[in-house]
């Protein structure tokens, strides 16, 4: 199959997987159950590795930015400073990337074993759609579960940055909470949100695709798990840049 061909063909692939996934939203049955369920195990795998990864950034901007502000003797602008780049960029930009890393490698994984198990192909013979009942939970479990993560993340991203800034390096509490929020509105919270909220989607769609793509035993597994991986990153960072330049255009 030429190149031309083959790209038309994953296009078509794409076109009906997601035409699949809006109906399956859209109309019954629902299950519910499964959905509850895959959350749960994505929040257990998931809490612990976005925690770590995302709560030493406060700490980074908080001892690196306090030499810089004391220089111009602009300390109390720190916390600002800290608040803003959490709420914006490095707590959903950061919890989505381990999301894709933890839920959709686990996700993409589980269905690519189901399919070269012919699993996928059983369900369907047994009147099950696979799309509503494999890869929809999934896509509803990551979309509700990347925003929960950002608010614990956002939480921790400021508590260390607090920690570094106020108990280690001697800044004064009533300062920096006093400016903590004086440059974040609830638009930042929203615009984080919301990002959480398209990268996590994103990672379900992806992971769903490429899991039910799966062939060639093990290794197509494996491969599956480490190209969702993949994709999803390149994916957050490059429209997390994009996003955060448009706002910063429109002033938001």
Same mark, same amino acid.
């Given at each position: ?5 083959? &790209?038309l ?6 076109? !009906?997987? &997601?035409?699949? !996934? ?12 499964e959905?509850? *369920? ?6 257990? *795998? %998931?809490?612990?590795?976005?925690g /770590?990864?995302?709560?030493p950034? +406060?700490?980074? !901007?908080s ?14 602008? =720190? ?8 709420? *914006?960029?490095?707590?959903?930009a ?12 686990? !996700?993409?994984?589980?269905?690519g ?28 479990? %990551? ?5 929960l &993560? #950002?608010?614990?993340?956002?939480? /921790?991203? =400021? ?8 108990? =280690?390096?001697g %800044?004064?509490? +009533?300062?920096?909470?006093? #400016? ?15 990002k %959480? &909220?398209?990268? +996590?989607?994103?990672?379900? $769609?992806?992971?769903?695709?490429? @899991?039910?793509?799966?062939? @060639? +035993?093990?290794t197509?597994? @494996?491969?599956?798990?480490? #190209? ?6 390149? /994916?957050? /960072?490059?429209?997390?840049? $994009?996003?955060?330049? =448009? ?6």
């Amino acid at each position: 199959m030429t190149g031309p061909l083959r &790209l038309l063909e994953s296009l078509g692939a794409v076109a !009906i997987y &997601l035409f699949a !996934i809006v109906r399956s939203l859209f109309t019954g049955p629902r299950y519910v159950a499964e959905t509850l *369920r895959v959350a749960d195990i994505l929040v257990r *795998r %998931c809490l612990l590795p976005v925690g /770590l990864a995302v709560a030493p950034v +406060g700490a980074v !901007i908080s001892l690196q930015g306090v030499h810089i502000f004391r220089s111009f003797g602009a300390e109390e602008l =720190l916390s600002s400073l800290l608040a803003t780049a959490v709420f *914006r960029e490095y707590s959903p930009a950061l919890a989505s990337v381990m999301v894709a890393a933890q839920a959709g490698s686990s !996700i993409a994984a589980r269905i690519g074993t189901m399919q070269v198990r012919g699993q996928i192909d059983a369900l369907a013979v047994m009147s099950v759609d696979p799309i509503r009942y494999v890869v929809v939970p999934g896509l509803i479990a %990551c979309a509700i579960v990347t925003p929960l &993560l #950002n608010v614990l993340t956002t939480i /921790l991203g =400021l508590a260390s940055g607090w920690f570094f800034a106020v108990v =280690l390096s001697g %800044c004064d509490h +009533g300062s920096f909470m006093a #400016n903590l929020y004086s440059q974040v509105s609830m638009v930042d919270l929203w615009v984080g949100m919301g990002k %959480c &909220l398209v990268f +996590g989607t994103a990672v379900g $769609l992806i992971a769903g695709y490429l @899991g039910l793509r799966t062939s @060639g +035993g093990a290794t197509g597994v @494996g491969k599956a798990a480490n #190209n969702t991986v993949t994709y999803t990153i390149v /994916l957050i /960072l490059v429209v997390d840049y $994009l996003a955060s330049m =448009l706002l910063l255009r429109w002033g938001l």
